[in-house]
């Protein structure tokens, strides 16, 4: 299986002369010569060094890009904790990159689309930013682009954009949504600086990619740098706290305590261990304030808050409804699944795990309890317009 690329589009992920393109430098070196061994295995894999800009992508002389055409093309960069798939380029973020937790992030990307009502909000922003024009090409950058939905999205409905999903992991690309041609993707951290991207593209788009970012407030100040003029900054996160029926965030309680329930002990668990791997996950309360302290370098910010439904609860609720409610609890069930190795890292006995995993199921399956999931989505508009 293979997608359709432009392979001289320089796009290329700038790295430094003391860091492994291939490993995480906090990695053993046994792990690195494990790694190169995978390397010199795997013919499809592409190592490019460009000398010049070669367009519009670059402004750097000192570059390499990992691009792919599959997923088998991206091994050499993936390791198995605990069962399942991961990147091993950063250990800030511990979910998994397998077809399994791609698969969630195809439903999760259907939920907010739908719930949305599209691909993003701001959306006069967005299309002047990417209407065709003399000149430059309009160019998208999604960060953190996991499964590839929004990233081939985006192409469709913008063929004379190109379109760039930057991740730690491949994408799982299969053969029924093979991207369209102006759709490209690299692996690369973006903890290691975007600036070499500087006034590339007009779009931006980070979902649900705070727990990886270990400044979060840096990688703003470079947005700002890699947007052209009146280009748009996307974001929408995901709210680690479970909401109840009136809008309240539900206060964690342990088994056999009052207002105890499986599903905001899971949720509480998980956090505490995202939160051991970075501050990241503290982050996206706070994006919304950020993009304010930026001052002018925004013509415009704006906010809106998402309450999704964790299953069918409530009477009366509109057929959409219904089918996202449905997909926000699809979406938590293999959350909670994906997140166990990161759990069980964290030093959760196993059948602990289990146990909450098979009481919140339990829980869900009933529609025991009423409550909401909040996404906040917030989107920048930069001044002036490119031409």
Same mark, same amino acid.
């Given at each position: 299986m293979q997608g359709t690329y432009d392979d001289a589009w320089p796009w290329s992920p700038r790295r430094g002369s003391d860091v492994s393109y291939f490993s995480s430098s906090s990695h053993p070196s046994d792990a690195d010569d494990e790694l190169d061994d995978k390397m010199s295995q795997a013919d499809t894999v592409e190592r490019e060094e460009f000398a010049g800009d070669g367009g519009s992508g670059r402004n750097s002389s000192s570059l390499s890009v990992y691009s792919y055409h599959s997923s088998v093309d991206g091994s050499a960069i993936l390791r198995d904790i605990h069962g399942r798939t991961f990147n091993n380029t950063s250990d800030n973020y511990m979910l998994p990159a397998d077809v399994a937790e791609h698969d969630r992030l195809d439903l999760q990307h259907e939920m907010l689309k739908k719930k949305r009502g599209g691909l993003f909000f701001a959306?006069?922003?967005?299309?002047?930013? /990417?209407?065709?024009?003399?000149?430059?090409? %309009?160019s998208i950058l999604d960060v953190g682009s996991g499964s590839g939905s929004w990233v081939i999205e985006m192409g469709r409905q913008f063929p004379h954009a190109e379109v760039v999903g930057l991740d730690l992991a491949p994408a799982n690309l299969r053969s029924y949504r093979t %991207?369209?041609?102006?759709?490209?993707?690299?692996?690369?951290?973006?903890?290691?600086? /975007? /600036?070499? $991207?500087?006034? =590339?593209?007009?779009?931006?788009? !980070?979902? =649900?990619?705070?727990? @990886?970012? *270990?400044? $979060?407030?840096k990688f703003m100040d470079e947005v700002?740098?890699? /947007?052209?003029?009146? @280009?748009?900054?996307? *974001?929408?996160?995901?709210?680690?706290?479970?909401?109840?029926?009136? $809008?309240? %965030?539900?206060?964690? !309680?342990?088994? @056999?305590? %009052?207002?105890? *329930?499986? *599903?905001?002990?899971?949720?509480? !668990?998980?956090?505490? !261990?995202?939160?051991?791997?970075g501050p990241g996950i503290d982050a996206y309360p706070k994006i919304y304030d950020w993009l304010q302290d930026q001052g002018n370098v925004w013509r415009d910010i704006g906010q809106k808050f998402l309450y999704i439904h964790i299953g069918p609860w409530e009477d009366g609720m509109s057929a959409k409804d219904k089918q996202i409610s449905e997909l926000m609890r699809q979406d938590l069930l293999r959350l909670f699944q994906s997140a166990k190795p990161l759990l069980l890292s964290y030093g959760w006995f196993e059948e602990t795990v289990d146990k909450w995993s098979a009481g919140a199921e339990e829980e869900f399956k009933i529609l025991k309890n009423k409550y909401y999931v909040r996404w906040l989505s917030r989107w920048a508009i930069k001044p002036g317009q490119t031409t």
């Open positions: 959306p006069q922003a967005v299309r002047r930013a /990417l209407a065709p024009r003399d000149g430059s090409r %309009p %991207p369209p041609s102006n759709c490209r993707f690299e692996c690369d951290d973006a903890n290691l600086g /975007l /600036l070499h $991207y500087k006034g =590339c593209f007009d779009v931006v788009n !980070a979902s =649900c990619v705070s727990l @990886g970012i *270990t400044n $979060y407030r700002v740098e890699i /947007l052209r003029p009146g @280009g748009v900054f996307l *974001t929408v996160e995901g709210d680690m706290q479970i909401y109840d029926e009136n $809008y309240n %965030p539900v206060s964690l !309680a342990n088994e @056999g305590e %009052p207002g105890f *329930t499986y *599903t905001v002990r899971l949720v509480g !668990a998980i956090l505490d !261990a995202m939160r051991a791997k």
